[in-house]
């Protein structure tokens, strides 16, 4: 079973559904990935006294995000998580004292797999989280030790530059500006913008 001393599943799982809203077989693919990325760079405490050790990349806006965000206490807002949209069911932890980091991700077959498990079940989507809290890591996900550059602006804490957009006059902070033919733009006014107006 998973949770070695640091890590109790069990109420870890409970914390990120009452954040998500329902159990589903997101949440515990997301607390299982966490437990393991945790352990794997060292990170015993992360909302304790690690809090300010660890990062993760996560690469799907999906279940499982939520359920990273509550077991490593990590946040979009506290800049310690990083959402890539890459559409996969992966993510990287990274120990910043370390450098250690470790990319997780869930494998394809471990759905097919997950009809092997909890056979007593019946309905289909019960039986694959059930089968999801059981399962071996290595049935479940594939990891490898990964390094990851992580610039100073990217860090938490205070924003290290603020520049104004020469078209909008909107104010751009670290480092998030494009500098078009010696002239600064927000991503928006270069031509990046996911809204019209
Ligand atoms: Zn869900
Ligand atoms: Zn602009």
Not at 144 to 150: C, K, L, T
Request: hydrophobic share 35%; glycine share 8%; charged share 35%.
């Amino acid at each position: 079973m998973t949770g070695k001393d640091n890590f109790n599943f069990e109420s870890l799982l409970d914390e990120s559904v009452k954040i998500h809203g329902h159990l589903c077989p997101g949440q515990v693919l997301g607390v299982r990935m966490s437990i393991l990325g945790l352990e794997k760079v060292d990170i015993e405490d992360p909302k304790g006294k690690d809090r300010k050790k660890v990062m993760v990349f996560v690469e799907i806006d999906r279940c499982a995000t939520d359920a990273i965000q509550s077991v490593t206490g990590c946040s979009p807002g506290k800049r310690t998580m990083k959402l890539l949209d890459y559409g996969k069911m992966a993510a990287t932890f990274v120990n910043l004292n370390t450098g250690k980091a470790i990319r997780i991700l869930a494998k394809e077959e471990s759905k097919a797999a997950a009809k092997n498990y909890c056979t007593e079940i019946e309905d289909k989507y019960e039986r694959q989280t059930a089968a999801y809290k059981v399962m071996p890591d290595e049935e479940l996900f594939k990891w490898e030790e990964v390094s990851v550059e992580i610039p100073p602006e990217d860090m938490p804490g205070r924003p290290l530059k603020r520049v104004q957009c020469e078209k909008c006059g909107e104010y751009v902070q670290d480092n998030r500006e494009i500098n078009l033919d010696g002239r600064i733009y927000c991503k928006a006014c270069a031509g990046k913008a996911y809204y019209k107006k």
